[in-house]
T-cell receptor, first 113, second 113 residues
Framework: KQEVTQIPAALSVPEGENLVLNCSFT??????LQWFRQDPGKGLTSLLL?????REQTSGRLNASLDKSSGRSTLYIAASQPGDSATYLC????????????FGKGTKLSVIP | DAGVIQSPRHEVTEMGQEVTLRCKPI?????LFWYRQTMMRGLELLIY????????DSGMPEDRFSAKMPNASFSTLKIQPSEPRDSAVYFC???????????FGDGTRLSIL
């Protein structure tokens, strides 16, 4: 059974700092990996999707990497801003033919002005 | 363009009552997902539909839970009878394809007293 772990559960950084969020998964046979952001009282917003054949994806100040063989992904946030404060979740899609996502429990990020 | 729309946003009801949660996916999306989020267990997939057909309902906790998708623009998740342990935030999401990100609604916060 696939398990997704995100460490740390919470992170507090000063504004302007670059930071890395970590995600690990136990079964490397994945179809893709997705990073989401969740604001309090809201649903999840998709940030980046990395297909299993890709190594990284970039969107603005966000860069996500994927190392399938080691079962790891990182989300890099450059020049953090208070508006980046949210919970970040990663999820892996099981395989071709299955749409099921297995989620980590998230890292709660606080960016202090 | 409207995102995934869920109703109601909040529901408080007494144990034993029937609860019906509603979802309107993004137009053109052919996959719909129901999730439950709790502090203890995180985000769990309950059931998903592809082209209005239930594909995987292995996450549905008990026979008290049922889901329907009568057409491409509407789905319901029903709990009958409800129990206090069903209290959680229930999310609906939709996707336009297997390698496309899932788009989430803002959720229904359900409290069973």
């Amino acid at each position: 059974k696939q398990e997704v772990t995100q460490i740390p559960a919470a992170l507090s950084v000063p504004e302007g700092e670059n930071l890395v969020l970590n995600c690990s998964f136990t079964d490397s046979a994945i179809y893709n990996l997705q990073w989401f952001r969740q604001d309090p009282g809201k649903g999840l917003t998709s940030l980046l999707l990395i297909q299993s054949s890709q190594r990284e994806q970039t969107s603005g100040r966000l860069n996500a990497s994927l190392d399938k063989s080691s079962g790891r992904s990182t989300l890099y946030i450059a020049a953090s801003q208070p508006g980046d404060s949210a919970t970040y979740l990663c999820a892996v899609q099981r395989g071709a033919g299955s749409y099921q996502l297995t989620f980590g429990k998230g890292t709660k990020l606080s960016v202090i002005p | 363009d409207a995102g995934v729309i869920q109703s109601p946003r909040h529901e408080v009801t007494e144990m034993g009552q029937e609860v019906t949660l509603r979802c309107k996916p993004i137009s053109g999306h052919n996959s719909l997902f129901w999730y439950r989020q709790t502090m203890m267990r995180g985000l769990e997939l309950l059931i998903y539909f592809n082209n209005n057909v239930p594909i995987d309902d292995s996450g549905m906790p008990e026979d008290r839970f049922s889901a329907k998708m009568p057409n491409a623009s509407f789905s319901t998740l029903k709990i009958q009878p409800s129990e206090p342990r069903d209290s959680a935030v229930y999310f609906c999401a939709s996707s336009g394809g297997q390698n496309q990100p899932q788009h989430f609604g803002d959720g229904t916060r359900l409290s069973i007293l």
